[in-house]
């Protein structure tokens, strides 16, 4: 895509003083260097210690990048940079509108050799300033009780001097010029107020109307909670204005916490950053939280799965939540469809593959706050990579490749530790509701395998405790176009989402 660059010193140091506790000593140098080729970013450096294998990578400015000279994730583009100075250009036609930092990096490594340097990324899609949505409704407040919400980040990325103002909606709200709403709510109503932001450069602006929905004095400040697992996608990269895509559809979805896979790289702290939200991003892997309620604590990785404990009502309701990634290789229903495996075979190759000491992992690390769960709530969501025991039954035999009654370890297990599988106490038949999620991009044909591809549920959401599951689907935007016309697909996934709403 078409793009200006504004390259800012201020920003750099700021930015770098909110990541970095100990900027290592360095000697040599970064500049951004601008030019007139939009397509590209060109950094100039020099360095007393040249070598062939010196590199400039490019990271998201939210997260992602060796701030602490190690590795967190893949860089979006880099190249190499010999000798003691040059100039690099990074390819910049797949970047969106955002910020960025560069890191000049030592021997295919991540050792600094000069000090990273942010840039700002203008989109050129003709959008231009404003909201990426037009209407979005924030955390729940309570009447009486002090309330404040970030909306700046919904602003389109790209642009800097935003200020913001209230124009209309009840007396209680204050907007703060940065994008803060706060106030007291004086009454048990659902409060709309409709907020400008502005560009100062251009005096610019768009209009965004927020709902705040306000509980009465003395009751519960979340009585229903909705929860989604969703599979990003490489980030979501892999198709064109991903970042809004994914963030006018989490804002459209009015959903409290979801479990993302496929995050790392910053994708985590993007949309967070973007929701006003809060996160839990570990250094490397690809799970990610996002909460609109605070995370209050982090119980860490546990094989290839991750928690925290989120306060929706300061120590009074709490839940544990948990997301999974499972590994993807081998996959049990190409096993089955395609080489007509037994299930003793299948199943063995699934404890090959990870998925079933990870899954086992995963409870284990959980089974205090199982035991606890009717105190705490726990919630385990993900992508499991495999489908459900609940899903190959008789009647689906025929779907299933000729197979039925399979006992797939990562769904069992959880069973076994008392998970519930709130997609199926929602919609209890899988032959009227099946709720594929693999996959919306790949729905009768694998052009990798030039074979049928299986369909079948592999997103969940479980739980276990003092929840009511009042409905549970899963969730695509549009008609997504099949792989390999995917680019400009409104859906930017390649796994349908799962959404559960709870009553607490």
């Not at 993302?260 to 985590?268: C, I, M, R, V």
Request: glycine share 10%; proline share 5%; aromatic share 10%.
């Amino acid at each position: 895509m078409l793009f200006s660059s504004i390259f800012s010193t201020a920003l750099s140091v700021l930015m770098l003083a909110s990541q970095i506790t100990s900027a290592p000593t360095v000697d040599g140098t970064l500049a951004a260097v601008d030019n007139t080729n939009k397509n590209e970013l060109a950094f100039a450096y020099k360095t007393p210690t040249a070598d062939n294998t010196n590199w400039i990578g490019l990271y998201r400015a939210s997260g992602g990048g060796p701030v602490d000279e190690k590795y967190v994730a893949n860089s979006l583009v880099w190249s190499y940079a010999p000798g003691t100075q040059g100039v690099v250009k990074l390819d910049a036609t797949a970047l969106e509108s955002g910020e960025y930092v560069a890191f000049f990096l030592a021997k295919d490594g991540y050792k600094w050799l000069a000090k990273p340097v942010y840039v700002s990324v203008k989109g050129g899609d003709g959008v231009g300033f404003g909201f990426m949505v037009d209407k979005v409704t924030v955390h729940n407040a309570r009447q009486g009780d002090a309330f404040n919400a970030k909306i700046a980040g919904l602003v389109r990325p790209g642009y800097s001097s935003t200020t913001f103002e209230k124009v209309g909606g009840d007396g209680w709200v204050r907007v703060g010029g940065n994008g803060v709403i706060s106030g007291v709510p004086d009454r048990a109503r659902d409060s709309v107020v409709t907020i400008r932001a502005t560009l100062t450069s251009t005096g610019e602006s768009s209009n965004l109307q927020v709902t705040i929905p306000v509980k009465r004095t003395g009751t519960a400040l979340v009585q229903n909670l909705k929860i989604m697992s969703y599979n990003l996608w490489h980030g979501g990269t892999q198709v064109s204005n991903y970042h809004e895509k994914q963030v006018k559809f989490i804002a459209g979805s009015n959903v409290d916490i979801v479990g993302l896979q496929e995050a790392s790289g910053g994708h985590t702290s993007r949309l967070a950053n973007a929701l006003g939200w809060y996160f839990w991003q570990p250094q490397s892997g690809s799970l990610g939280i996002i909460s609109r309620y605070p995370i209050v604590k982090e119980y860490g990785i546990a094989n290839a799965s991750g928690g925290v404990k989120i306060s929706l009502d300061g120590e009074t309701s709490q839940v544990n939540f948990w997301d999974m990634h499972l590994g993807y290789d081998p996959y049990g229903p190409y096993d089955f469809c395609f080489d007509k495996m037994t299930v003793e075979k299948v199943l063995q190759r699934e404890a090959q593959s990870g998925r079933t000491p990870q899954i086992t992992d995963t409870l284990k690390a959980m089974s205090s706050q199982l035991n606890q769960a009717w105190s705490i709530p726990v919630i385990l969501v993900g992508d499991t990579n495999a489908p459900s025991h609940l899903d190959w039954t008789e009647a689906l035999r025929s779907k299933n490749c000729g197979y039925a009654n399979v006992p797939w370890p990562t769904s069992l297990k959880p069973t076994e530790a008392g998970l519930i599988d709130s997609f199926r106490i929602a919609n209890p038949n899988p032959v009227g509701v099946p709720g594929i999620t693999w996959s919306p991009l790949y729905p009768f044909h694998n052009g990798a395998t030039g074979k049928v591809e299986p369909q079948d549920r592999i997103d969940f959401i479980y739980h276990k405790g003092n929840l009511e599951v009042l409905d549970s689907r899963t969730a695509v935007v549009g008609e997504p176009r099949p792989y390999g016309s995917h680019k400009d697909n409104e859906w930017t996934s390649d796994h349908a989402a799962v959404i559960t709403t709870y009553r607490l």
